[in-house]
T-cell receptor, first 115, second 112 residues
């Protein structure tokens, strides 16, 4: 049972436009969410996170939105740049288990920025 | 600033062979974990450790052993490799808080 779902395996966006990546979750115990970016032959690198006490978190060109009632989060990248082409993973955890940092990952979305 | 170091980067094994994937971190992180990444499956947690001497199972632990004798090292052992264990393996480390985990660059393992 996939508790974190990224239903779009791939997404292509023109350079300069907005990229929107979506993620849905089913486990109501999840209260902390992260986005990781992964280039080929490298490990995932942390991009941005959000706690369930917020509905938005911004960091430069990257904004994550959380809709708890819909169990949905999205990552917005504005403006999109060629270096943003990568696979993006959504991850979630239940921080109520203090010290247990187990992350549940989605299957990833491959973002391609078209110059 | 090494971060999380995984060795080897690539390995080919025959069915039934054993091997150890190494993971070391130099950030004094309490938490370390192993994930495997398979096509269409995302990253799945194999085993994790919240400190030296403490390990526990993740989502897909069968066929793998771990130990944590030091804070820095968290090796993953395959006792008898099977083709189903062909995957890319990632080690991660972090603090026991809502801080992001740091990942190594992975070990690509093929079992023939």
């Amino acid at each position: 049972d996939q508790q974190v779902k990224q239903n779009s395996p791939s997404l292509s966006v023109q350079e300069g436009r907005i990229s929107i990546l979506n993620c849905d979750y089913t486990n109501s115990m999840f209260d902390y969410f992260l986005w990781y970016k992964k280039y080929p032959a490298e490990g995932p690198t942390f991009l941005i996170s959000i706690s369930s006490i917020k509905d938005k978190n911004e960091d430069g060109r990257f904004t994550v939105f959380l809709n708890k009632s819909a169990k949905h989060l999205s990552l917005h990248i504005v403006p999109s740049q060629p270096g943003d082409s990568a696979v993006y993973f959504c991850a979630a955890k239940a921080s109520s288990n203090f010290g247990n940092e187990k992350l549940t990952f989605g299957t990833g979305t491959r973002l391609t920025i078209i110059p | 600033n090494a971060g999380v170091t995984q060795t080897p980067k690539f390995q080919v094994l025959k069915t039934g062979q054993s091997m150890t994937l190494q993971c070391a971190q130099d950030m004094n992180h309490e938490y370390m974990s192993w994930y495997r990444q398979d096509p269409g499956m995302g990253l799945r947690l194999i085993h994790y450790s919240v400190g030296a001497g403490i390990t526990d199972q993740g989502e897909v632990p069968n066929g793998y052993n771990v130990s944590r004798s030091t804070t820095e090292d968290f090796p993953l052992r395959l006792l008898s490799a099977a083709p189903s264990q062909t995957s890319v393996y990632f080690c991660a480390s972090g603090t026991r808080s809502n801080q992001p985990q740091h990942f190594g660059d992975g070990t690509r393992l093929s079992i023939l």
